[in-house]
């Protein structure tokens, strides 16, 4: 018997010295799993990276061993193991300031997703505006008033609200199909900027998790889970602005749960002859809830109600004869009303350690009212060519998608498997020739559109050596159904439509420091249910088809640069312009271009970023020198400096240029460009921030938003096409203060 536990104690002590698989999970602060986080055996010299779940396995480890946990943006982390090491071990990474040196390009992360991340921390946004000006290259422009959604310009598009680019937060879809105004429509003013915790986004129709809208590109915002200090917030600036904040952390203490609420009030004049009276309210909240400690249900609701004035486009000839200076108004009655009701229930459930389930349900309750007058006395010299544009809508959702880690022999791989259905109720949508924004003059559309689109996808990657290899398809349908109110006899209008979209990537990492990468896809966009139904279109779903080759390239420690040369074919668009009740069929075009974007750490504190896009945007169907897209720019630059902890300072300079592009087909019009310039400074002192920012610095008197229009003013005999336009917010400062605890 002594000489078996001789044996036993003997044996016991060899385990320890010959190495086993090391199983656990890196988790961050709010027991959230770290995807991707690089795992070292500083003894063995064993690696691996984080899966989905947070879960890794390091073969050949005993114990005494060293193990290193890391990636940007969190704290290093070292243990020595132990024994109990190999029993469920949880290790826990708290964040810290990216440092750009750190930055290793693997195939397991996305580094321009990383580099937006160093920039969402590097400069916080306090606007909803400034969240879309987070993506590279990508540059917006108010529309008419703080309430309706801004105009969207991205890789030679002009994007309108959104018919182009596919937008959502938390799961849930941002664009609004058969919109009133606009088809993809998309207001993101009901999203309170403080809450974004991550911002994922991609050029090009690449991804098989993204369907309608994804022609140039998508952005998924991702709301934070929790806060680690409540805040509230005042800012207050010139043309009577008003902004205040506050964020507050409703469970305190509890392990597995979590819950915060934001409230978000603006108000604004704007620089106008005639203040928009702009108001706007937003509530927030969040609970969160961890279950067996791995698997997550969150539960969100908001509600964002918002009303504002507008002077309206203006053109050119009224401010060169002296009639109205250039933040006047011909129709200053213009303006509106919204608002949007949101509920989203989230689950995240740990299937296996290889296997991950994530799924959303959501409904969100919308209303929109705008009023219009883009001709002036074009149409009705007696009452004006004032337009209403109003719709009540119901969207019901869901989503879902398993991940799965998968081995192939000695070939890694995952899979992505997702299915989803959106159901859009809309009632009463209309457009009227109105006056003075309370008498309809007379009904032009009016009706109940119901529309469903459902989809399946899979998405594979393939790890072979240095190269990721991703095929993917996915399949959409759709069920357009309208009932046009205006008709003496009932009729319901339907048509079907189902459309398959496959992409192909390629991703090798050269070394450490250079990735090149191969994307190829075909993406879509619907068209309005009523142009579908009641001109009996064919082509409603006209695709794009894509592809990207380009680097990133890491050429000092430092520096980062990324480069891309693309190619895009719309199919054919039919463009719904939701002003006219009418549709203009573009027909075939394409797009093709040069992206660049370089950003650099000068110090710990000191960043400099830069992207910049050219583009020749062309019809197909036109004879050379007819051949302009309207509005497409041919060139974009956005970038600046940023200071982060520097002591008790952080602030930055930021810029964003766009040139001059062809306002209609034969490019005699043309929209003028600018560089605008906005600075702000924020000193720390123990809970209290105190900020000044200001907007359009060199206060350079630019067009924001312009159109080629032909419009008649009241004392004119024949109509004028020219450019119309609103004038960009000339200097703007604005002071604010918050306090954390």
């Known amino acids: 018997m002594k000489s078996k536990l001789i044996v036993f104690i003997f044996l016991a002590n060899c385990l320890q010295l010959i190495g086993q698989e090391l199983k656990g999970r890196v988790l961050d602060v709010f027991n959230a799993p770290i995807e991707n986080a690089y795992v070292f055996n500083a003894v063995s010299n064993a690696h691996t990276h984080t899966n989905f779940n947070g879960t890794f396995k390091v073969n050949n480890s005993k114990v005494g061993d060293t193990i290193q946990i890391g990636i940007l943006g969190f704290k290093k982390q070292k243990i020595v193991l132990e024994k109990k090491s190999f029993k469920d071990l949880v290790i826990v990474l708290n964040t810290k300031i990216f440092q750009l040196k750190e930055l290793v390009l693997r195939k397991e992360m996305n580094a321009l997703q990383t580099i937006a991340k160093l920039d969402l921390q590097v400069n916080p946004v306090n606007s909803s505006q400034e969240l879309l000006r987070k993506i590279p290259g990508l540059i917006i422009g108010q529309h008419a008033g703080g309430g309706k959604a801004e105009q969207i310009f991205l890789r030679g598009f002009d994007i309108d609200h959104g018919t182009d680019i596919a937008l959502s937060v938390d799961g849930m879809p941002i664009n609004m199909v058969s919109h009133a105004h606009g088809q993809g429509y998309s207001d993101l003013h009901f999203i309170i900027p403080e809450t974004i915790q991550k911002i994922n986004f991609g050029k090009g129709p690449y991804d098989a998790n993204q369907g309608d809208f994804n022609t140039a590109g998508f952005v998924n915002f991702s709301t934070k889970k929790s806060l680690q200090k409540n805040r509230v917030s005042l800012e207050v600036g010139q043309f009577n602005s008003l902004r205040t904040l506050g964020m507050f952390n409703l469970l305190e203490n509890k392990k597995n749960e979590d819950a915060y609420m934001a409230i978000e009030y603006i108000s604004n004049d704007g620089p106008f002859d005639s203040p928009q009276n702009f108001s706007r309210l937003n509530v927030f909240g969040k609970y969160t809830a961890f279950l067996n400690g791995k698997d997550r249900v969150t539960l969100t609701a908001s509600h964002f109600t918002s009303r504002w004035d507008a002077s309206g486009q203006i053109p050119e000839r009224a401010v060169k004869n002296g009639n109205i200076d250039r933040f006047g108004a011909i129709d200053d009655t213009e303006g509106g009303t919204t608002s949007r009701t949101n509920f989203n229930v989230q689950m995240q459930k740990v299937l296996s350690e290889e296997s991950v389930l994530k799924t959303n349900i959501f409904y969100s309750n919308y209303n ?36 799965s880690d998968i081995q192939f022999g000695d070939i890694p791989a995952k899979f992505t498997k997702g299915a989803g259905l959106r159901y859009d109720l809309i009632n009463d949508v209309a457009l009227s020739h109105t006056k003075n924004r309370k008498e309809i003059i007379d009904r032009i559309q009016l009706g109940d559109v119901k529309q469903t689109n459902m989809y399946a996808f899979f998405n594979a990657e393939f790890n072979l050596g240095k190269f990721k290899i991703s095929p993917a398809v996915r399949l959409d349908y759709f069920k357009f159904i309208y009932n046009d109110a205006l008709q003496i006899n009932y009729e319901t209008l339907t048509k079907n439509k189902a459309i398959v979209t496959p992409k192909f990537n390629i991703l090798f990492s050269q070394n450490e420091n250079l990735q090149w990468f191969l994307k190829s896809g075909i ?20 695709k794009a088809y894509g592809m990207d080759f380009g680097n990133i390239w890491k050429p000092v420690p430092k520096m980062v640069l990324n480069t891309a040369v693309w ?26 271009g040069f992206d660049f974007g370089v950003t650099y750490q000068f110090t710990d504190w000191l960043f400099l970023n830069t992207d910049l896009t050219y583009t020749k945007a062309r019809s197909l169907e036109n004879l050379s020198g007819e051949d302009f897209i309207p509005l497409a720019p041919d060139f974009t630059m956005v970038g600046g400096l940023s200071v982060a902890n520097l002591g008790n300072f952080s602030g930055g300079l930021q810029y964003r240029y766009i040139d001059d592009r062809p306002a209609n087909e034969n490019n005699s019009i043309v929209a003028q460009g600018y560089f605008i310039a906005d600075f702000n400074v924020n000193y720390k002192m123990n809970d209290i921030t105190l900020g000044v920012a200001v907007e359009n610095i060199f206060d350079i008197a630019w067009n924001e938003t312009q159109f080629a229009t032909t419009s008649r003013l009241q004392n004119e005999i024949n109509p004028v096409e020219e450019i119309h336009f609103i004038p960009g917010t000339p200097f703007f400062a604005k002071a604010s203060i918050r306090y954390t605890f």
């Open 567 to 592: 190619y895009l074919l719309s199919e054919e668009e039919f463009v719904y312009v939701g002003d006219a009740g009418i549709v203009e069929p573009s027909g075939r075009s394409e797009r093709f």
């Open 523 to 542: 993406g879509f966009h619907s068209n309005d249910t009523r142009v579908i139904l009641q001109q009996n279109l064919d082509k409603i779903l006209p």
């Open 368 to 403: 929109f009212e705008l009023f219009s007058n883009f001709t002036f006395f074009l149409e009705d010299p007696i009452n004006g060519d004032q337009i209403r544009q109003f719709e009540n809508r119901d969207i019901f959702g869901a989503n879902a998608k398993v991940i």
